[in-house]
């Protein structure tokens, strides 16, 4: 009987690496062999010693994205083709936060959708079950950073935003959380984990534990939980990666699961 179990174990698994593309070369020793990592205690809040921001003026979301949608409050508004506010549902249980818009996402003004984002909603969905429309994706800063500014027709003209350009851009990111209210935020990458959280380890250090984005750094009523992960780049960059994500996202998933009372639907509203 255990046989059996472990057997369906064994290829539940084995079917959800190959959804994500994970070869076998990439799961020394079968990833059935190898037990998912215990989620971490929950350390105090990193972010506690980011420098805070000013809670911020709740808006509709609405007004909230055609504002951004003006924004010139940085350079970075004088040359992009459209702002990026953000796509998915208002009511999200989970907010994925990125670092900022590339090429595709310049022009077609929604972020991830691309390469990276055509693998996060393959994750999304293989191992949450979820569609991107279900939960909320955005980013640090809603414009594109270009290393030439003057052309942005150009491929391989990304970089990753200044501080100052985040400093700038940060606080509709917090608005952004204070009107969702997710029961908890992805950091996608060591731009935006660095921003959240106010850490300097890099995201292999940081990832697959639970940290606390404390409520007086977006003006909401409670603390949330955040997860850092990868980049869905830096797995297209390296596959190995995926099996750490992978673990994250079930995480991530029993965080859901746990907060929906058990249930398995979708968890945004
Ligand atoms: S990056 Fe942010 S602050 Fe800068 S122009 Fe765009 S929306 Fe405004």
Known sequence: MKKALARDLAAHIRRIDEELHLSPHELPGGAAARPLKKPAARR???????????????????ELEKEVKSCRRCALGSHRLNAV??????????????????????????????????????ILDTVLGLKRSEVYIANIVKCHPMVNPDNPESHGNDRPPSPEEIAVC????????????????????????????????????????????????????????????????????????????????????????????????????
């Open 85 to 122: 506010f953000g796509v998915g549902s208002p009511k999200a249980r989970v907010m994925f936060v990125g670092e900022g818009p590339g090429f595709q996402e310049d022009h077609q003004g929604e972020p991830f959708v691309g390469r990276s984002g055509q693998l996060l909603d393959k």
């Open 170 to 269: 940060r606080p509709y990111l917090e608005r952004q959380i204070a009107l969702i209210k997710p029961g908890c935020i992805v950091t996608l990458g060591s731009v935006a984990t660095k921003v959240l959280l106010g850490v300097e380890e890099g995201i292999s250090k940081i990832r697959g534990k639970w940290y606390v984005y404390p409520r007086n750094l977006f003006g909401g009523d409670a603390d949330i939980k955040l997860l850092p992960t990868y980049h869905p780049a830096a797995l297209l960059r390296n596959p190995k990666l995926k099996l750490d994500t992978w673990e994250d996202m079930k995480m991530l998933k029993s965080f859901l699961e746990s907060e929906a009372g058990g249930g398995a639907g979708p968890m945004a509203g």
């Open 44 to 62: 105090p809040a990193a972010a506690a010693s980011a420098p805070a921001s000013a809670p911020v003026p709740a808006s509709s979301f609405g």
